[in-house]
């Protein structure tokens, strides 16, 4: 195991009912002005929006809103946040939403307190030290923004999808209540369930050694996933299943499966450039990614791959064929993605093959400046992963 520090100071209210606490948090959090940032008409029609403001008005906090986020958040309705929160005076950003407004909201927060440009930090990595406090109202389970340090913009002006960190990117509080995404539908709720599981796969998929406490905990919400994803499809309002996959979401990005072991995030890199290019589901494209990513980096390390699909998977291990049973449990992953209804290949997903030159050049990896940590990843190795999707 590395040496690593952890810092997780996210305050979370889980449970029934729990946005109608957000009033008293962000009083108790120091916030007398808040922006009220949330996507489309979903957080209104649902009377979401009408419960948090009512528990806002309660605490006598004043507040401005915002609303509009699409997926893969777009650096328009950034700076429009940036404009009307130094124009409005807030001290508080409360997003209301999925992983796409609390992404948001965290650019916002950043770009309120830097006079330069906000994107510096998704284009030139600077790390976010300052940034307004934001809460979070979670209504769908998938990114785990509300419990990490993590923000991914794309940006219009060329359709660029980066991502920027900092320690004050997290929120000061998150409220779960996991009866608002009981009425997500079937495919967004596959996306999410994917989402989670890459982020889990982009820690498990490690050079560290001796990581068995991680390791373990890795495995164990990969298992989790596959059993209430089942659980959740075919009952889309099982709020027990909506509970496990809610908190599951959380830790598998706070870093706690982390901490001690590099990392890869090679496939969220790929993916980064199908939804900025094709704007399609984040979730939808890892489903097609992860995958193929795995069969094309299995040879660099086959017994890690052979643990995934014995300990995860339950795949009898090959001792004479080890590879046999490495691809075996990349197999069961594939179809278990399938079986969930996520698109698999780039056929299904809408993408192009005429297109992968292009998608190759969005990412700006060269060969000096490669991609992942589990194996470092070049134009040649991106195109060939792209390639591989074909199928």
């Known amino acids: 195991m590395e040496n690593f520090t952890f810092y997780a100071p996210t305050y979370f209210d889980f449970g029934n009912d729990s946005e109608t606490h957000c009033g008293k948090l962000v009083k108790r959090f120091g916030g007398s002005k808040v922006l009220v940032h949330f996507g489309g008409g979903s957080a209104k029609r649902s009377g979401l929006l009408d419960k948090v403001e009512k528990a ?28 009307l929160c130094k124009k409005e005076g807030v001290d508080f950003i409360l997003a209301v939403g999925g992983g796409s407004v609390i992404d948001s909201a965290k650019a916002i927060a950043a770009g309120s307190l830097y006079e330069g440009d906000f994107w510096d930090f998704y284009s030139k990595g600077i790390p976010v030290t300052k940034a307004l406090p934001v809460g979070t109202v979670l209504t769908i389970a998938a990114a785990g923004s509300e419990g990490s340090p993590d923000s991914v913009i794309t940006h219009e002006d060329g359709m660029y999808k980066r991502g920027a960190s900092g320690e004050a990117y997290r ?21 999410g369930v994917t989402d989670i599981m890459a982020h889990i796969c982009e820690r498990y998929f490690t050079n560290s050694k001796d990581v068995e406490v991680t390791d373990r905990l890795c495995e164990g919400l990969l298992k989790t996933m596959i059993h209430e994803a089942l659980k959740v499809i075919a009952d889309l309002g099982n709020y027990q299943a909506r509970a496990n996959i809610m908190w599951a979401g959380m830790v598998a990005h706070n870093n706690i499966c982390g901490v001690g072991r590099g990392q890869d995030w090679a496939s969220h890199g790929i993916e980064h450039e199908l939804s900025a290019l094709y704007d399609c589901a984040h979730g939808a494209g890892l489903a097609v990614v992860m995958p193929h990513w795995m069969e094309y980096v299995v040879d660099h390390d086959v017994n890690r791959f052979c643990q995934f699909a014995t300990r995860v998977w339950g795949v009898d291990m090959d001792f004479e064929n080890p590879k046999a049973t490495a691809m075996e449990g990349i ?61």
């Open 171 to 191: 929120p000061k509080f998150s409220v779960l209540n996991p009866e608002l995404t009981c009425t997500l539908g079937a495919y967004q709720t596959a996306c």
């Open 331 to 391: 197999r069961r992953f594939r179809n278990f993605l399938s079986s969930i209804g996520m698109p698999v290949t780039f056929a299904e997903l809408g993408a192009k093959e005429e297109d992968i030159p292009t998608l190759v050049k969005q990412s700006q990896v060269t060969d000096e400046n490669k991609m992942g940590g589990f194996v470092r990843l070049g134009p040649a190795d991106i195109t060939n992963i792209y390639k591989l999707c074909l199928k």
């Open 56 to 83: 806002l008005k309660d605490e006598g906090i004043p507040f401005v809103e915002l609303g509009g986020v699409m997926p893969n958040p777009r650096s328009g309705l950034v700076y429009q946040g940036i404009d």
